[in-house]
């Protein structure tokens, strides 16, 4: 497995692809993360369309909206403190505790 730079429950900045949207870029929370395959589900961001059978009598099928998987690299982390996203820094404190902050302002994230 491979180390990534977000975890779940992380509020992220697409940067590249679709959702970037150049001006205003899209932010949503991580909603989960494949180190294996090395992608993320962003929420709102690269929205697709699912073709769901009826597994049930009684339970409706039919074509869903839903998040697909994008890869960790289109996605940085979001400063609160510089209102953008940001590089991180992991640094060790004393107690052998590692945290993030941002590399330009030092919030930690």
């Known amino acids: ?5 977000i975890k779940t429950g992380d509020t992220v900045v697409v ?5 970037s949207n150049g001006k205003e870029p899209h932010v949503g ?7 294996k395959e ?5 929420e709102g961001a690269h ?3 699912k073709h769901v ?3 049930r009598q009684g339970e409706t099928g039919g074509i869903i909206k839903t998040e697909g998987a994008i ?3 289109k996605v940085m982390l979001y400063c609160p403190k510089c209102q953008k996203g940001r590089r991180v820094r992991i640094k060790t404190m004393p107690n052998g505790d590692k945290i993030r902050s941002c590399v330009k302002c030092g919030e930690t994230l």
């Open 15 to 19: 940067i590249s692809g679709a959702d």
């Open 1 to 5: 497995m491979s180390k990534m730079h």
């Open 53 to 55: 059978k009826a597994r």
């Open 71 to 73: 890869y960790a690299s």
């Open 38 to 42: 090395g992608k993320c589900i962003v």
């Open 47 to 49: 929205v697709v369309s």
């Open 29 to 35: 929370k991580v909603l989960g993360v494949s180190p």
